[in-house]
């Protein structure tokens, strides 16, 4: 057991009260001691003295020929417990009385003990130097606590290094040490107590009968214990002193000019910790339809669920967003895109990019300005028009932006943004409309995916060919303009494109039709006239104060009592979405959320449903579910309702924005009422054993320059811990894919917060996940890596990397050759540089044969990375 023993000087304490800042001296005794004897046998039966008078260093005597018997001491004092915290340690002295011995002048050396250790209740007869049976948690050779906890080495884990050695003579008395080493243990152990140990004593342990007894603290002569002086100056004597913006410092006591003003000093000894200073109050914007404003503390206003516009800031001149009243419009459905004609099998579409008023909420006093899609020559919607292909048939899309500014008569050709364009992230190098559209899980040539430096401005197109050559699924369509995504996506570009093929539609009692309803769910602020709402300046993250699904905000839609297939997008620039399906209550967590089944997810189709209650979708990621509302009743109300933290994972109930929409059950029967199939589909599953590369990104946030403090990264690194390789889109690419291998991508995320991270041309399959902490800057892992559950073993285009984890992705990269991005899908992070480019290159003797100087350079070049 540890006993605190502290002496501390009458001057000393009164320093520690008030006066300028001097160095002080203080004596404490050990808090534990005890003694290590070799000796010990079977492991049953190890030796201590824990409770003794005594404890030893050197060696007694021979067991056997060349085999000495050795003691050793341990020794630890309480620094924490006795110095205050912040001094600076200037020298100490440990003082030991030896009051045996049977030789003369012996060094006896101080190490620094590695690993926590035990004082029991042993205490050795006579002269207590043969040691006793040990007691629960004594320090033997074997144990640190025994019987349980070993030493990684018998006879303790201390530094190789002596901390000082002294020489101990044969004549009764107090022997000292005092060293730089010593010094530095006792500003280590007041600096990290959890790593106060104390020290081993180590005697001669080369000759026989050289063994030192040193007094313990448990000797009945209290002025031969163990002692240790320790020479410190203490820290500054400070207080809190409170600034007019409410904020908190600590400042030198007295505070003189260092405090504003002398009424708003806290006194001395004061903390900001918690701030107790007096808050300014600012607009706080109530959330209702009339946008009501209030002029409270941000506490206040947080508390009462509303939004703090900023200290300072007043009602007069802010405009707060207007909350309208949810369930009141029904849900649209977007229409099916017609194509403008089919040549030789191939449709060919029209996809204008166009500027329209669309009324978002009945409620809202004006319709909102908003960028859509339209397959007419005219007209228009947000979100745009359902694309339906089918497997391995070729479709033509024509992407034309005809943004018009709308606000001038005449609807000219827009120059510029409709939202303020910051410049400060890469690419955002101006104010004007472009755009450029990536289908987002297309397994597409690189020059029809969308590059997002491939953009062109209104007036101008582009034409894209989509093969797909892949499996049915739910994939989507959305800007991707370098530097701007996040401005075109929050203005309404964007679509579902939907994959179907025989084999799915085969699949008997799995709802279509009316019973198959798309769902893209997106947040949004609006201004008090209905306009959006969005920060001119870059942010970490947007998160939105309503939530729209398909373009409307907080929706309903009549349901029969049967079952419908729902394809659930989340759409939102940042915020990640935990959807249930509450019958009856609003409630955020359901309280008793209704089980649905989880048929698919980005890539399509699972080999079998998954029944859930709840799933977690972060930014681009789908999910495509069965929900039955036969149980239920007519006029049943089942919401659908978000329970995730913004940002992810956060804090339960911080930021979150529960409702999403409401499905009122109807007394009409539907007309998918049989089980759907146990079977869905087949899945060839990638194995890690034809990966012929392991490739490691970290996910950071990083300094930035003079225009932002801060970016967001994907970092490629020579394997884990590795040198970095890249950081930033215009970096040199480091990722050459040979066409038709298989690789293994492991993502590090150092962050803090989820980010879902998406990767171009292909679908890969999730391996793993591991969590892992940073220790010293390094990512060591911890456990075993655990393989994804059911419902995230399919197929997939983008997965959450959450904080302090390690998430393995393995893709084959076929077909298409050429340069695609992967990054981050939070839209502000994307756009402020967590996004980099990887390289489809044919295999090396095609590309030999085909270039044989420039390729063999490429080849060369190429950097492996292994984990």
């Not at 002398?262 to 109050?281: E, I, R, V």
């Not at 004007?432 to 990536?438: A, D, M, Y």
């Not at 029944?611 to 999910?623: H, I, K, M």
């Not at 390690?806 to 992967?822: M, S, W």
């Amino acid at each position: 057991m540890r006993i605190p023993r502290i002496f501390i000087g009458v001057a000393a304490l009164a320093a520690f009260a008030a006066g300028p800042v001097s160095a002080d001296i203080l004596s404490i005794g050990a808090s534990q001691d005890n003694s290590m004897f070799s000796e010990n046998g079977d492991t049953s039966n190890d030796l201590s003295n824990g409770a003794g008078d005594y404890f030893f260093a050197g060696a007694t005597k021979d067991s056997s020929p060349g085999d000495l018997v050795l003691r050793r001491g341990l020794v630890a004092f309480d620094i924490a417990g006795s110095v205050p915290a912040g001094s600076a340690i200037n020298s100490v002295t440990l003082t030991l009385y030896m009051s045996r011995s049977r030789t003369q002048n012996e060094t006896v050396d101080l190490h620094r003990v590695l690993a926590d250790w035990g004082e029991g209740t042993s205490h050795a007869n006579g002269e207590e130097g043969e040691g006793i049976t040990a007691t629960t948690n004594d320090a033997t050779w074997s144990h640190r606590l025994w019987p349980g906890t070993t030493w990684s080495t018998p006879g303790g884990d201390f530094a190789a290094i002596a901390s000082d050695t002294a020489t101990v003579g044969g004549q009764n008395g107090i022997y000292s040490w005092s060293s730089a080493g010593m010094t530095s243990d006792v500003q280590s152990w007041l600096d990290t107590p959890a790593n106060d140990y104390g020290w081993i004593v180590i005697g001669n342990e080369a000759d026989s009968r050289v063994v030192k007894r040193f007094n313990s603290l448990e000797n009945t002569d209290s002025s031969r214990r163990p002692a240790l002086e320790i020479n410190f100056t203490p820290p500054a004597l400070t207080g809190a002193c409170c600034a007019p913006d409410g904020s908190c410092s600590v400042v030198l006591d007295p505070p003189g000019a260092t405090c504003i003003s002398p009424d708003l000093y806290q006194g001395a000894s004061t903390t900001c910790d918690p701030n107790l200073c007096p808050q300014p109050a600012g607009a706080c914007c109530i959330a209702d339809v009339a946008g009501t404003c209030n002029e409270v503390t941000e506490a206040a206003c947080t508390t009462a669920g509303s939004s703090f516009q900023g200290e300072f800031s007043t009602c007069a001149a802010t405009d707060c967003p207007i909350i309208p009243t949810p369930y009141v419009d029904a849900l649209p459905l977007p229409a099916v895109a017609v194509p403008v004609s089919v040549q030789d099998g191939v449709a060919t579409y029209d996809m204008a990019m166009r500027e329209l008023q669309q009324q978002l909420h009945s409620e809202f006093p004006n319709p909102t300005t908003v960028w859509g899609f339209s397959d007419q020559p005219s007209g228009g919607g947000y979100p745009g028009p359902t694309i339906e292909a089918t497997s391995d048939q070729t479709i033509k899309v024509n992407w034309i932006n005809d943004l018009r500014d709308t606000s001038v008569a005449g609807d000219p050709l827009r120059t510029t943004h409709y939202l303020p364009v910051d410049t400060c992230p890469h690419g955002a190098d101006d104010q004007s409309p472009k755009t450029v559209v990536h289908v987002h899980g297309a397994h597409v040539t690189a020059d029809s995916d969308g590059h997002p430096e491939a953009t062109f401005t209104p007036g101008n197109q582009v034409s894209y060919i989509y093969p797909n050559k892949q499996l049915p699924a739910t994939i989507w369509y959305h800007d991707h303009a370098l530097g701007i995504t996040r401005l075109n996506v929050y203005m309404g570009l964007a679509g579902f494109y939907l994959i179907r093929d025989a084999v799915e539609d085969a699949l008997e009692d799995l709802p279509s039709g009316e019973y198959e309803i798309p769902l893209a769910i997106q947040d949004r602020s609006f201004n008090a006239d209905a306009s959006l709402e969005y920060p001119p300046i870059w942010q970490d993250h947007f998160f939105g104060e309503t939530m729209l699904v398909n373009g409307k905000v907080w929706p309903y839609h009549n349901v029969k009592r049967g079952k419908y297939r729902l394809r659930l997008l989340n759409g939102c620039n940042s915020r990640t979405l935990t959807l249930e399906f509450c019958p009856g209550s609003k409630t955020s967590p359901c309280p008793s959320p209704a089980s649905f089944e989880l048929i698919g997810q980005e890539g399509g189709l699972l080999p079998a449903p998954v029944s859930l209650t709840s799933v977690t979708l972060g930014n681009g990621e789908r999910a495509d579910v069965v929900v039955d509302f036969a149980p239920y009743a007519s006029d049943t109300e089942v919401y659908l309702v978000n329970s995730a933290p913004a940002p992810f994972p956060g804090t339960p109930g911080v930021g979150v924005v529960s409702d999403v929409m409401e499905f009122r059950v109807q007394e009409q029967a539907g007309d998918f009422t049989e089980p759907i199939p146990a079977s869905l589909r087949e899945m060839e599953v990638l194995r890690e054993v034809d990966a012929v590369e392991h490739r490691t990104f970290e996910l950071s946030k990083a300094e930035g320059d003079a225009c932002s403090p801060h970016v967001w990264e994907v970092v490629t690194t020579d394997g884990l811990n590795g040198a970095v390789l890249g950081s930033r889109w215009d970096d040199e690419i480091t990722e050459y894919p040979e066409l038709g291998t298989t690789e293994v991508w492991s993502f590090a995320n150092r962050s803090g917060i989820t980010h879902p991270m998406h990767m171009h041309l292909v679908m890969f399959q999730v391996l793993d996940r591991q969590a892992f902490d940073d220790v010293g800057g390094l990512i060591v892992p911890i456990g075993s890596p655990v393989p994804p559950p059911a419902h995230e073993a399919g197929w997939k285009d983008t997965v959450q990397v959450g904080p302090n984890e390690i998430v393995r992705v393995i893709a084959r990269f076929e077909d298409y050759t050429g340069l695609f991005a992967y990054h981050c899908h939070i839209l502000e992070h994307e756009d402020h540089e967590m996004m980099r480019q990887f390289q489809v290159v044919p295999e090396p003797a095609q590309m030999l044969m085909l270039v044989p100087g420039i390729v063999t350079l490429l080849v060369l070049g190429r950097r492996r990375m292994r984990i």
